[in-house]
């Protein structure tokens, strides 16, 4: 049986079969816009999220998703353009809006315990599993608000 499983695997090496690659994106309609979101999936993409980044891509932004749904804050750490930021529930429906400014750079002499400090939080308002960021000014454009839902492929 072991040897029956090893040339499997072989045949599939060989023929360079492998699993498929998760997905690093994701479209998503909001507001009737469709949006290829960058999925940002495990704790180094989340926190790393649109840090040092200087623009969107047309029609872009980031989903975040998290293994479960808890009370977050983002922050605005290291960022390098304003952020239109909505946290959703496990079931999609948005539960905070914000519209997030750039914040001063960390300074010289000042440490990372005081930069991240003086950050401002901006909150989930409630248990979130997810989050968008999506380009400044979106917001305004799409008119979504806390309750709206927004249609996530949630079995995924």
């Known amino acids: 049986m072991a ?7 072989a045949i599939l090496v060989l023929c360079g079969c492998q699993a498929p690659s998760p ?3 994701e479209r998503v309609i909001i507001a009737g816009e469709t949006f290829d979101l960058e999925l940002a999936v495990d704790e180094k993409s989340r926190v790393r999220g649109m840090m040092a980044r200087e623009a969107f891509p047309d029609q872009g932004g980031m989903l975040f998703v998290f293994p479960d749904a808890t009370e977050r804050s983002f922050w605005m750490a290291n960022c390098l353009i304003n952020i239109d930021l909505l946290f959703l529930d496990a079931r999609g429906t948005i539960t905070a809006v914000h519209r997030m400014v750039i914040e001063p750079p960390r300074a010289d002499g000042e440490s990372l315990f005081a930069y991240e400090g003086r950050l401002l939080r901006y909150w989930s308002n409630g248990p979130a599993q997810f989050a968008v960021e999506l380009e400044p000014g979106s917001l305004d454009r799409l008119g979504v608000g806390v309750n709206d839902r927004i249609d996530l492929d949630l079995r995924r």
């Open 23 to 25: 997905p690093t994106a």
């Open 3 to 9: 040897a029956r499983r090893l040339v499997v695997a």
